[in-house]
């Protein structure tokens, strides 16, 4: 009696601690949630297991350790095959339930476009932190002010003072220009991450809605408080093939002010919601799964052997290549867009697709090109910038975040040029999607006034043999020469 006691006792404080924890354990749990097929294949395994080792005579002489060894190799074979079934029967699912709708036009941008790219926003972000206890947290774009800007969280910088030290506000860059413009914004947050262990801000939210997985927080000022958003995703249920699934799904919203009451609302109340007016709801990491999923809209034999209108997502190869990554963020007249261009399958770079989705409401639109456009694409826009400035040391420079930009229905990619130190700005550069003219600015008000469609005061590069590029550097060789002979004869004289 004393030893069931004893077990009771131990199991009921294991139980308890477990469940306490249960946040510290959040990824591996939800990962077999949002994965049945795993425990869904390991129990088939020891259904066949017991079935054929327990009642075959025959097998029973190999012994109990080589049935186990026979079962687990069983159990990876199924679950190799349970799994590639399962991730086919998602896309498709999506593909079949999500609405994709068609629209004529793209959307044109406005003037208030990002200049500024990630790297140098954390880089000016880090030289305006005048503290020797808070580093940087997870960045994110929000709409303050009117104006796109580049969020950092301060966070406690050590382990110990992730336990006795809160986080102190944010930094916010002002994305919209090149200069350095940067500014702090000082609110103690009673939750937020970086800190431990109850005042960490998963700990919270996953207590209050465990089963779901998370967009990067953003931070937004309003009404004298800082608020953290952080986009929920939840998983539905599906069984196709005989095989069980899940579907990613917009759950809501995790509103969280300074104090550390936390507020989960749906997508549509989201919308309603004062805290989050102008800015982006709809999360970034799901919009690429819907985008990508239109792959198997035509079908399981078509995404793998007919591939009739079939799309694929290249992400440009930048400095930081998570950054460059699609879906784009956009700031158009009709609002917050995401912003994903896709190519044919196979070898072209080529836009083929252009798949445009609200980045509040997530409704999906998809902009085909007439037969005969043909539209360079984001990987293919950095090869043309390198090719155009032959003189510039590629192993110092980078470009990045290659950007759509829409005027007068002509696309156009805006990529930065940036030292590797992310230093500053060296130069931005537009190309025309159309006929990859490009167009290079290295200061603001020749970049305002190609935005707004004024005047362009700047030498457009084309991309043609014998390039206006190449007769200007010529030029300037020549000029180099005529100003060192006149040095000489004057020197003579």
Not at 63 to 75: H, K, Y
Not at 240 to 262: C, E, L, Q
Not at 416 to 428: C, E, K, M, Y
């Amino acid at each position: 009696m004393k030893n069931l006691i004893r077990f009771l006792v131990i199991t009921g404080l294991l139980i308890a601690g477990l469940w306490f924890f249960r946040t510290w354990f959040h990824g591996i749990f939800v990962f077999l949630y949002a994965t049945p097929v795993i425990w869904y294949m390991l129990l088939i395994t020891i259904i066949l297991h017991f079935a054929l080792f327990n009642r075959s005579p025959e097998l029973k002489k190999i012994g109990s350790n080589a049935a186990i060894t026979v079962s687990f190799f069983v159990f990876v074979f199924l679950l190799a095959g349970g799994l590639i079934l399962a991730h086919i029967a998602r896309g498709l699912t999506i593909a079949e339930t999500v609405e994709y709708q068609t629209r004529e036009s793209l959307p044109e941008s406005t003037d208030s476009i990002r200049l500024m790219p990630y790297e140098v926003a954390k880089r000016y972000a880090k030289d305006s932190l005048q503290s020797s206890q808070f580093k940087l947290g997870t960045e994110n774009i929000a709409i303050i002010d009117g104006k796109i800007q580049w969020v950092f969280p301060l966070t406690p910088d050590g382990f110990i003072l992730t336990f006795n030290q809160k986080n102190q506000g944010i930094i916010a860059v002002d994305a919209t220009t090149q200069a350095k413009n940067s500014k702090q914004i000082r609110q103690n947050l009673t939750i937020g991450e970086g800190m431990q262990i109850v005042d960490n801000l998963y700990w919270n939210l996953y207590r209050k809605n465990y089963f779901v997985t998370t967009d990067d927080p953003m931070y937004i000022p309003y009404n004298n408080d800082l608020y953290t958003i952080v986009g929920a995703i939840g998983y539905r249920f599906h069984f196709r093939w005989g095989i069980p699934f899940t579907v990613p799904y917009f759950k809501g919203v995790f509103i969280v002010d300074s104090a550390g009451n936390i507020e989960f609302v749906t997508p549509e109340k989201a919308l309603e919601h004062p805290v989050l007016t102008g800015n982006r709801i709809f999360p970034e990491n799901l919009t690429r799964t819907y985008v990508d999923a239109y792959q198997y809209h035509l079908g399981v034999l078509n995404k793998f052997f007919i591939h009739k209108d079939q799309i694929q997502i290249q992400d440009a190869a930048g400095a930081n290549s998570s950054i460059n990554r699609q879906p784009y963020l956009m700031n158009t007249k009709e609002g917050l867009k995401w912003f994903i261009s896709t190519e044919p399958y196979g070898a072209s770079h080529g836009i083929f697709k252009v798949f445009i989705v609200d980045a509040r409401t997530g409704q999906i639109e998809i902009y085909q090109l007439p037969p005969e456009e043909t539209l360079t694409g984001p990987v293919r826009a950095v090869d043309y910038i390198r090719r155009n400035n032959p003189s510039v040391d590629w192993s110092m420079f980078h470009s990045v975040e290659p950007l759509p930009f829409i005027r007068n229905q002509k696309l156009y990619w805006k990529l930065t040029i940036i030292p590797s130190d992310a230093a500053g700005i060296a130069f931005q550069s537009f190309i025309d999607a159309e006929t990859n003219d490009v167009y290079q600015f290295n200061n603001q008000s020749a970049i305002i006034n190609f935005l707004t469609g004024n005047t362009i005061d700047q030498e457009l590069i084309t991309d043609q043999k014998g390039t206006k590029q190449d007769l200007i550097t010529e030029i300037k060789q020549k000029l180099k020469e005529l100003e060192s002979l006149l040095e000489q004869l004057t020197a003579e004289e």
